[in-house]
C-alpha cells in the first residue's frame, strides 16, 4: 500500500510563495501519477497539477498556470509544488493523491487509488 505524506501549508499573503511537499516512501515513480488537488470551502475537490511518472509529463489546470511547478525528486521519493505568486483564491485544502499509470483521467479525483492528508493553504489579501 502506497502511503502519502503530504506537508507544507501555511498562510500566506497574496502574491507570496510557499511548497508543498508529498513523500511517498517505497514508491515507484515510473508505475504512478502523483499529483495535487484541492478542496475549497463549498466546493469540490479539483485537480491542481500532475507528474506523469512514466514520461516525466506535467500538467496544471489553467487557473494555476504560469505560477505553480510540480517537480519529483526520485530519490527522495518525494513530489514537491512550488506555489508562486499566491492568490486569495488559491485557499483551500491541498491533497497529494496518486493513481497507477494509464488507469485514470487526468485530474480525476474518482480514479485516485491513494490520497495523502489534506494541507491547509490559506493566502490573505
Known amino acids: 500500500e502506497v502511503q502519502l505524506q503530504a506537508s507544507g501549508g501555511g498562510s500566506v499573503q497574496a502574491g507570496g510563495s510557499l511548497r508543498l511537499s508529498c513523500a511517498a516512501p517505497g514508491f515507484t515513480f515510473d508505475d504512478y501519477g502523483i499529483g495535487w488537488f484541492r478542496q475549497a470551502p463549498g466546493k469540490e475537490r479539483e485537480g491542481v497539477s500532475w507528474?506523469?511518472?512514466?514520461?516525466?509529463?506535467?500538467y496544471y489546470a489553467d487557473s494555476v498556470k504560469g505560477r505553480f511547478t510540480i517537480s519529483s525528486d526520485n530519490a527522495k521519493k518525494t513530489v514537491y509544488l512550488q506555489m508562486n505568486n499566491l492568490k486569495v483564491e488559491d485557499t483551500a485544502v491541498y491533497y497529494c493523491a496518486t493513481a497507477v499509470v494509464g488507469d485514470y483521467d487526468l485530474f480525476d479525483a474518482d480514479d485516485m487509488d491513494y490520497w495523502g492528508k489534506g494541507t491547509l493553504v490559506t493566502v490573505s489579501s
Open positions: 507528474f506523469s511518472g512514466d514520461d516525466e509529463s506535467t
